[in-house]
């Protein structure tokens, strides 16, 4: 299975970009999914996940308020909406899936990973 991630760029701090992920099939509604992210000469760090069916949600505590994770059934896709971005916030950001919720959120990895798409926040 691929997962399709788009909706990466340039950006300038304060903006916002939606970032989006589709699976190759549909896959979706079975896995929790998320968002991890490695901005350059760092380790990959977790983002946010969520289950699909019952919404359990989790993000990590620097984009609290700031990010929102969200899915959308009839598509099959995933999204992360990204507000009031920093500097800080650039990184290679990569959509994830995974059996078990617990993979992405205490595990920080995954059992399907997207190709990644380049976010950049600068002025």
């Known amino acids: 299975v691929q997962l399709q991630t788009s909706g990466g760029g340039l950006v300038q701090p304060g903006n916002s970009l939606r970032l989006s992920c589709t699976p190759s099939?549909?896959?979706?509604?079975?896995?929790?999914v998320g968002w991890f992210r490695q901005a350059p000469g760092k380790e990959r760090e977790f983002v946010a996940a969520?289950?699909?069916?019952?919404?359990?949600?989790y993000y990590q505590d620097s984009v609290k308020g700031r990010f929102t994770i969200s899915t959308d059934n009839a598509a099959n896709t995933l999204a992360l909406q990204m507000n009031s971005l920093k500097p800080e916030d650039t990184a290679v950001y990569y959509c994830?899936?995974?059996?078990?919720?617990?993979?992405?959120?205490?595990?920080?990895?995954?059992?399907?990973w997207g190709q990644g798409t380049e976010v950049t926040v600068s002025s």
């Open positions: 969520k289950t699909w069916n019952d919404g359990e949600i």
């Open positions: 994830a899936a995974a059996t078990a919720i617990h993979t992405l959120v205490i595990l920080k990895t995954a059992n399907y």
């Open positions: 099939r549909r896959i979706f509604g079975s896995l929790a």
